[in-house]
């Protein structure tokens, strides 16, 4: 029987191979990196914390469907994830809340207190289009320069007027005190990381793994259909430029005398210090291990392509990108470097179910 490839091992991969497998075809899974799991790839450090190499990954989904087929592979450890930002030497609940008005500005406000504040303190915008129009139209210029625009300079290299609304329109803004960071229906961290359940998914007759392998190495012809999660622009030879992605370098550390170093999993610096924010991973995984190990986040340009730049002169490079893909015979461009999408893990699985049905 003839095989089919799938270029890389993260979610997109991982779940293609499972379901093609499922399916009774034969998979070889390789990725360039000497583990599975991408982005995602998660490892006990030196002391036993169980870190997230690439940066906090939070899963959380809406999907039943997604979170239904993802529990065959892991039980699951009930998390909701919370952030702190500190500004103005304060650490206040972000997405902005009732508790984050009333501390920042010394106020008492109620729920329809919260609201008529916002209401006075926004600048209606007309159309959105920028992650700028998003920000002043619900919070307004203050709120914007203390919890945005300085994050997002750093997140991103761009202010924010640069940048379409949709990345500023998944932060919500709150009347209430509820200070979960995300709201969806599932909200749980895999119970023993995310490798293991990578380990689960392709655990399978029908896979091979082989890691340390770039597809440019391979013989295509050898494979009856390829499904390819890696960069789309790469894929092609960046022939048509290279689409922009934003990279991250992680600095973690190991604190052996502190057993907590911050009350939440996440505390954002939106305008403080070169890095992003700070992550402590024992309140992700609840491990009760002596000492504590966290990781901070600086953003730059060039590196590992982690995000793709949601902006509308890359959107329509992608596009010329994607009439490629859309041409190129038996091969399926699926996940977040193959779609150049800013997606969750959850849709990431959703699109490679999608893929492979
Ligand atoms: P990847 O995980 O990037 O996998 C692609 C794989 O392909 C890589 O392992 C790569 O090595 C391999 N590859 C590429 N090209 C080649 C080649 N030519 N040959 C061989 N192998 C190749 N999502 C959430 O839902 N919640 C979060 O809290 C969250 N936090 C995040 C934090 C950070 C810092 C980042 C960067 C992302 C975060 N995400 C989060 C998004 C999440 O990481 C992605 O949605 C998901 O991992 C994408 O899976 P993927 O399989 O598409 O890509």
């Known amino acids: 029987m003839t095989e089919t490839l799938v270029v890389g091992a993260g979610f997109a991969g991982a779940v293609c191979a499972e379901r093609l497998a499922s399916q009774g075809r034969k998979v070889r899974i390789i990725d360039r990196r000497p583990h599975i799991a991408g982005n995602a790839y998660d490892e006990f450090d030196d002391n036993g914390v169980l870190i997230h190499r690439y940066g906090p990954h939070i899963f959380h989904t809406n999907a039943k469907r997604i979170f239904e087929y993802l529990s065959r592979f892991t039980h699951w450890r009930f998390y909701e994830h919370r952030v702190l ?7 206040l609940p972000i997405p902005i809340n009732r508790t984050t008005l009333n501390g920042l500005y010394g ?6 207190g919260a609201a008529a504040f916002f209401e006075q303190v926004r600048t209606p915008r007309s159309p959105i289009v920028s992650s700028e129009d998003v920000v002043l139209n619900s919070v307004g210029p203050e709120l914007c320069e203390l919890f945005f625009r300085g994050y997002t300079r750093k997140q991103w290299g761009l202010d924010l ?4 609304a949709g990345v500023a329109a998944r932060i919500p803004t709150r009347t209430n005190d509820d200070d979960r960071y995300f709201t969806d229906s599932f909200q749980f961290m895999p119970a023993d990381g995310f490798t293991a359940m990578f380990r689960n998914i392709l655990d399978h007759p029908n896979i091979t793994v082989e890691l340390g392998v770039e597809f440019e190495s391979l013989d295509r012809r050898a494979f009856d259909r390829i499904f390819y999660t890696g960069p789309i ?18 600095e973690h550390e190991h604190l052996p005398d502190t057993d907590q170093a911050q009350p939440v999993g996440t505390v954002n610096y939106p305008n403080a210090h070169d890095f992003t924010r700070i992550t402590e991973f024992k309140h992700l995984s609840g491990q009760k291990v002596k000492g504590t190990s966290i990781v901070r986040e600086y953003p730059c340009a060039e590196g590992e392509p982690y995000y793709p730049v949601p902006r509308p ?20 461009f699926v996940g977040r470097l193959a779609q150049y999408r800013y997606y969750n893990m959850d849709q990431v699985v959703g699109a490679a179910l999608g893929a492979t049905e």
Do not use: I
Request: a neutral charge.
């Open 313 to 332: 002169e890359n959107e329509a490079l992608f596009r010329q990108y994607k009439a490629l893909a859309d041409a190129e015979r038996d091969v399926v």
């Open 233 to 250: 622009d790469g894929y092609f030879g960046y022939r048509l430029g290279r689409l922009p992605y934003r990279s991250l370098r992680f």
């Open 161 to 164: 007027s640069q940048l379409s």
């Open 107 to 112: 106020l008492d406000l109620d729920e329809a």
């Open 85 to 91: 930002a500190e500004v103005r030497g304060k650490r």
